[in-house]
């Protein structure tokens, strides 16, 4: 009791100013908890139509309880809503079983394999009786994933290359490195993707143009790899000059010294950025919405256009913006986890 | 020794192979491209520039109408973009120090509360937070008939914020004139009070007098001038607002949304800055006596600052660039106006290259004006 | 090694821009037609609540692929915003555009397009607020007016405006549904697209009769699917499945009653219907082309009334897309 009540001299009570700004605070605290509580909970309408709603003074519940389906799953086949949540299901398993270091071999990388080709097949089904469902019909929460953990699967290798190349001797490679990350990083994502919605097909022959979706995701691969190339980069310039010249007396090839030696070192320093990179690319999948693509935002924007529930979009983003909460809060506990097993 | 086995051979192939492979890419690309154009017919080159534009646009800083061509209407765009990047930059940058100060503080529910905000801001994607101001301002305010009036000349309704606007009067230029003389005052007096203090040690309050000369100055020029105050104030006429100043709810709606999400940014590097200064300096300055807000602004920021200004040039950039999210919500910017344009004319890739240009050089503009402030700020080791 | 694979990557690629593969025989063999559509507009195209794709550009989609492969269904849709729809069809992404565009010079000469029969004559009206009081459009000088990025609707509210001496403020969104969405709102006064466009936002209102179109209107918007330039075969599929649509109604022969007129002594339909063989071949397709697209699609009429007329929510008049026998601008060449 002693010890709380000294807590509260120190960190409450110091002072005029200080004792002021806490009542005052804790007061506005109190004040917006109970309203919020009071909107959410007491005053909210759970059941019932869009009447009910517009009559209450609290949430809308009943509008995202009516819309959770397609915010979540778009125009995913309403009879075969199953195979979305295994996949993301299984998804969750594999992430959660390979949480720990001492799981990391050969075997971990083909059961990531293995995963992605059930989750590919489940989703996409024309095989074991499952109906086919084209990738234009994905929608909702498993496609922002997948435009998430694919991007982040490719653009990791590339920006490592990319920045091994921008640390490289030979004049040429590097300055093709920088001259790439920079062009990149000098842009807004919105560019890029308006050049693979746009100007994408006009580069390849006629008719062989990938659909907008995988021309979306290379836009998204394309973009991060450049900003892990500097994440990269930090990290291979903090490793002691000792570290390179002992492994080139070692007498180790190029490959051999930034596989055995530099690579190891710098990628477990630069856990914590890698993971900021992470979380600002699952944000950033989000812009896919202009050039409609009906990812988590655009399932979530076009349930509020429906003419029977205008008007609640308070409520939808209030609960998109939770998901997107839960998720990047669960990427960045994963990443401060890393940290924690490799250090 | 054979050829391959020679190093510098080895290194000289590399490379050649790869120039051979990005340009082999390249010229793919550009061989598609140019097939792909000439065989659809598609016009190519930026003559559309001088062509005329043919849409409104609803905000802008220089005279445009629907006559003017399609490079004044880009200008329109690009002038738009660098009015919400500078403005929110700034605010940016003073909400971001403000409160990565008060997530240190030591007052607890303070610094709970900076880490609440920190936290749920950083986590939201911006568009979505764009959405949902924009969504707010145009559901909640009422219709522009029934506009709040909390003060008089200023409305509030979902067609924007309507403010009074000052009527000119020459009296304003000299008014003008003057501050930037005791601007330039101030400068002078700052170097006098540093020769004193050099040969003196004591302090001349050199900040005080300028202030003083800032604020009274200009008032006295305004009473000398006989006290011009003619306000315009706005007026329902028919469907919207005329006179006065007009904010449209696209431009609050971006200006919060990016200031808001880029300072949460800003706040942590400004914590991780002050928190890399070793405790001793602290303690150091205290102990020579300093006043606390000394101790702040001569000791703990200046050291601070160097860890700071890299991250921060890179969260400046990227408040200018996600500006171009201003094409979800209807402002006009350069990206928005790009697109328009893009629609009209078909000419995408001559656009798509020009957005990369105009984002290019901003970013290069910001990096040189931050690596200048960084050359200035750096430790001088002797 | 390496310079031998980037040498064959080179002549591949030659190759392929200079491989003139007819659209037609890459479209039967991939046994499906891409066709892009609006991403949402009601009775033109949007999905239904069970994820199929309705409406009157739909239908056009639809009698191609009867014409085409002898089954409306075989057709893949690629829902398009308004910026990709042009670029989408100039890439091969897609084989025809079926999404409510206007036939324009700029269009049709600087953006490799050529632009099929017109399906439906429109114009640009404007929707308001009953309550506003507005029976013309002088009366909404200094308004607020909401339309969309990158249509015809932009210029021609521009240039209306401004040749009449009236002052707007628009708010231009890239997303229909946001337009009306901010309309309804009442973050603009008034909201301006093609008079059909209207309508159908109209029937998606919660209170339809609080809002108005004014029955000015102030452009000519002739509504076409469109195809690549430079295929002239293709072109002409499209182009004749079209015409089979307002023929089929000239001679009165509907879904229903087709089969009846397989037995008909009127050389016309006789040549039409594909009994006396010819058409089918001259355009590559099957001899019973026309009687697909009528038996599994319907004629024009059909289409018309289902989507936008009298039976669905739009309830738009014929007006002039009626048949020229019936006063409107309808005219097929005949089927000789």
């Not at chain 1, 394309?222 to 990290?235: C, L, P, Q």
């Not at chain 3, 690629?78 to 269009?107: C, H, K, P, Y």
């Not at chain 3, 007016?145 to 401004?162: P, S």
């Not at chain 3, 929510?313 to 409107?328: F, S, V, Y």
Request: glycine share 6%.
């Amino acid at each position: 009791m002693k010890a709380k009540i000294r807590w509260a001299k120190d960190n409450l009570f110091k002072g005029y100013f200080n004792s002021a700004l806490s009542i005052f605070l804790i007061t506005f605290f109190a004040w917006a908890f109970y309203n919020f509580f009071n909107w959410l909970v007491i005053d909210s309408v759970l059941l019932g139509d869009a009447d009910a709603c517009r009559q209450a003074s609290g949430a809308c519940l009943a509008f995202i309880v009516d819309k959770t389906r397609f915010i979540f799953f778009g125009f995913y086949p309403e009879t075969e809503i199953w195979r979305p949540i295994i996949a993301i299901f299984i998804f969750f398993i594999i992430t959660f079983y390979s949480r720990l270091k001492s799981r990391w071999n050969r075997r971990l990388l083909y059961n990531w394999m293995y995963c992605g080709l059930v989750i590919w097949l489940l989703m996409r089904g024309g095989y074991f009786g499952l109906v086919k469902v084209e990738t234009h019909n994905w929608g909702g929460l498993p496609l922002t994933l997948m435009l998430a953990v694919v991007g982040m699967i490719f653009s990791y290798p590339i920006g490592i290359f990319l920045a091994l190349g921008r640390q490289s001797k030979l004049p040429l490679i590097k300055y093709l490195c920088v001259a790439y990350i920079e062009l990149i990083r000098g842009v807004p994502l919105i560019s890029m993707l308006f050049m693979s919605s746009v100007m994408m097909p006009l580069f390849l022959p006629e008719g062989y143009s990938p659909d907008k979706l995988m021309r979306a995701q290379v836009a998204i691969i394309m973009f991060i790899s450049a900003y892990m190339a500097e994440v990269v980069r930090g990290g291979l310039q903090a490793i002691p000059r000792g570290q390179y010249e002992a492994a080139d007396a070692m007498g180790l090839t190029y490959w051999q010294k930034m596989r055995l030696v530099i690579l190891p070192q710098a990628l477990k320093i630069v856990i914590p950025p890698t993971v900021n990179t992470a979380i600002g690319m699952f944000k950033d999948t989000s812009l896919v919405i202009i050039i409609a693509l009906f990812d988590l935002m655009y399932t979530t924007k076009a349930s509020m256009q429906d003419s029977n529930w205008l008007g609640f979009s308070v409520e939808a983003y209030l609960f998109v913006a939770l998901i997107y909460f839960v998720f990047c809060n669960m990427i960045s506990r994963m990443g401060r986890l890393f940290e924690k097993e490799f250090r | 020794m054979r050829f391959w086995n020679d190093r510098k051979n080895r290194a000289i192939i590399y490379q050649l192979l790869s120039l051979i492979a990005v340009m082999a890419l390249g010229l793919f690309f550009y061989s598609n491209t140019k097939a792909n154009l000439e065989k659809q017919n598609i016009a190519t080159g930026f003559h559309f520039f001088n062509r005329v534009a043919g849409f409104e646009i609803s905000e802008s800083l220089i005279e445009y109408n629907s006559e003017d061509s399609y490079l004044r209407a880009l200008k329109v765009g690009v002038l738009n973009t660098l009015k919400v990047s500078i403005i929110g930059n700034i605010l940016a940058v003073i909400l971001g120090v403000f409160i990565g100060v008060c997530r240190l503080s030591k007052n607890w529910p303070l610094a709970k509360l900076a880490q609440g905000y920190i936290e749920t801001i950083r986590n939201i994607p911006l568009l979505l937070q764009l959405f949902f101001w924009y969504a707010l301002f145009t559901e909640i305010l009422p219709g522009v008939r029934q506009a709040l009036n909390p003060m008089p000349g200023v409305y509030l309704s979902n067609r924007g914020v309507m403010l009074p606007s000052l009527e000119y009067n020459p009296v304003f230029f000299y008014m003008g004139v003057s501050v930037i003389f005791t601007i330039i005052l101030g400068y002078f007096l700052k170097r006098y009070a540093k020769k004193v203090q050099d040969q003196s040690g004591k302090q001349f309050p050199h900040v005080l007098y300028t202030v003083l000369v800032l604020l009274f100055l200009p008032l006295l020029i305004w009473l000398v001038g006989g006290m011009p105050l003619e306000f315009n104030l706005p007026k329902l006429q028919g469907f919207n607002f005329s006179g006065g100043v007009s904010i449209s709810p696209e431009f609050i709606s971006l200006l919060l949304g990016l200031v808001l999400y880029t300072s949460a940014f800003i706040a942590e590097i400004v914590r991780s800055g002050i928190q890399s200064v070793k405790k001793g300096q602290e303690e150091a300055a205290k102990a020579l006596g300093l006043k606390s807000y000394l101790v702040l602004t001569l000791v703990i920021l200046p050291q601070a600052l160097r860890v700071i200004i890299p991250p921060l040039t890179s969260q400046l950039l990227n408040l200018t660039k996600n500006s171009s999210l201003a094409v979800a919500i209807a402002y006009p910017d350069f990206v928005n106006i790009a697109n328009t344009t893009m629609n009209q004319t078909g000419q995408a890739i001559e656009l798509i290259s020009l957005i990369i240009l105009v984002y290019l050089s901003f970013s290069l503009l910001t990096s040189l004006f931050m690596n200048w402030f960084n050359k200035k700020m750096a430790l001088v080791e002797r | 090694m390496k310079i031998l694979m980037i040498t064959a990557l080179l002549a591949t690629s030659t190759a392929f821009a200079e491989s003139k593969s007819s659209t037609l025989n890459t479209i039967k063999e991939r046994k499906v037609l891409k066709c892009g559509v609006s991403s949402g507009l009601a009775g033109f195209s949007a999905p239904n609540s069970k994820g199929k794709w309705q409406g009157f550009d739909v239908d056009i989609c639809r009698a191609i692929a009867a014409a085409v492969f002898g089954d409306p269904d075989k057709v893949q849709y690629t829902a398009l915003s308004a910026q990709q729809r042009f670029v989408a069809l100039q890439s091969g992404e897609i084989d025809v555009l079926s999404r409510n565009s206007t036939f324009t010079l700029t269009r049709d000469t600087s953006l490799g397009l050529n632009f099929a029969p017109v399906v439906y004559y429109d114009g640009q009206g404007f929707m308001v607020r009953k309550k506003d009081g507005v029976s013309k459009i002088a009366d909404l000088n200094g308004a607020s007016i909401c339309t969309q990025q990158g249509t015809t609707t932009e210029l021609n509210l521009a240039d209306y405006f401004r040749t009449n001496n009236l002052k707007f403020k628009p708010v231009v969104f890239e997303s229909n549904d946001e337009v009306h969405q901010s309309f309804v709102k009442g973050r603009c006064d008034a909201v301006t697209t093609d008079i059909s466009g209207l309508a159908a936002q109209k029937s998606k209102l919660k209170n339809p009769d609080d809002y108005i179109i004014l029955s000015e209107i102030i452009s000519k918007e002739p509504l076409a699917p469109a195809v690549r330039h430079g295929d002239d075969v293709w072109f002409d599929v499209v182009k004749y499945s079209i015409y089979a649509l307002m023929t089929a109604e000239e001679f009165g022969i509907t879904s229903d009653n087709v089969d009846k007129f397989l037995k008909t002594k009127n050389p016309k339909i006789k040549r039409f219907l594909g009994i006396t063989k010819g058409n089918g071949k001259a355009l590559g397709l099957d001899e019973k082309w026309a009687y697909n697209i009528i038996k599994m699609v319907g004629n024009y009429h059909e289409i018309f009334e289902r989507n936008v007329g009298k039976q669905s929510p739009l309830k738009l008049e014929r007006g002039i897309n009626a048949l020229w026998k019936n006063g409107g601008l309808h005219y097929s060449p005949p089927f000789k």
